[in-house]
C-alpha cells in the first residue's frame, strides 16, 4: 500500500529543494558575471557555490543509508 501523504511530502521537499539549489547557483553565476565586479562579489559567488554544493552532499547523505546508520 502506498502512503499518499509521505509520497507528497518527499515530491514537495525534492521540488523545492531542488528549485532553491539552483536559485542560489544562478545568483552565484549572476555575482561572477559582474563587471569590474567589487571583492565582496566574488566572496559572494563562491559562497553560494559552497551552499550548493553543501546541499547536494546533504541530499546524497540522506539518499545513502550507509552513511547514516539506517
Known amino acids: 500500500m502506498i502512503d499518499w501523504g509521505a509520497f ?3 515530491a514537495l521537499v525534492s521540488l523545492v529543494s ?12 549572476r555575482l561572477l558575471a559582474i563587471d569590474a565586479r567589487p571583492a565582496v562579489a566574488t566572496v559572494g559567488a ?3 557555490f559552497v551552499l550548493c554544493a553543501l546541499g547536494a552532499l546533504f541530499g546524497i547523505y540522506l539518499i545513502v543509508p550507509a552513511l547514516h546508520g539506517g
Open 18 to 29: 531542488a528549485g532553491l539549489l539552483v536559485s542560489v547557483y544562478a545568483c552565484g553565476l
Open 8 to 10: 507528497l511530502v518527499v
Open 46 to 48: 563562491y559562497a553560494c
